[in-house]
């Protein structure tokens, strides 16, 4: 089975910055898309970001493009959100996920971790 857990959220002022981890274990067969998904208080959960196995290709969302950047490390199986220039509206649970491919994941993952919150005051 697939595990994901999340760390590194918290609460920051707008204009800081913010790295956020995930730590996967399981089958690699089912984790070749890892990311991240958000949902602010009152709306949808929504895509944010995802990860092929390699980290050479993958896609950000619109949202956060230019000020979010994915990444990954294989040898400790660990992704990586750096949340740069935070707004009040990146306030929400983050959620860390995974699937089989990038088309999958952006669709609805399969695997997902407990989410953690970070909170972006003004």
């Known amino acids: 089975q697939v595990e994901l857990v999340e760390s590194g959220g918290g609460l920051v002022q707008a204009g800081e910055s913010l790295r956020l981890s995930c730590a996967i274990s399981?089958?690699?067969?089912?984790?070749?898309?890892t990311g991240w998904f958000r949902q602010a208080p009152g709306l949808e959960r929504e895509f944010v970001a995802v990860?092929?196995?390699?980290?050479?290709?993958?896609r950000i969302s619109d949202s956060v493009k230019g000020r979010f950047t994915i990444s990954k490390n294989n040898v400790t199986n660990t992704i990586y959100l750096q949340m740069n220039d935070l707004r009040p509206e990146d306030t929400a649970v983050y959620y860390c996920?995974?699937?089989?491919?990038?088309?999958?994941?952006?669709?609805?993952?399969?695997?997902w971790g407990q989410g953690i919150q970070v909170t972006v005051s003004s």
């Open positions: 399981g089958r690699s067969v089912i984790t070749l898309a």
């Open positions: 996920a995974a699937d089989i491919t990038m088309t999958t994941f952006q669709r609805q993952p399969r695997h």
């Open positions: 990860s092929n196995w390699s980290g050479s290709s993958g």
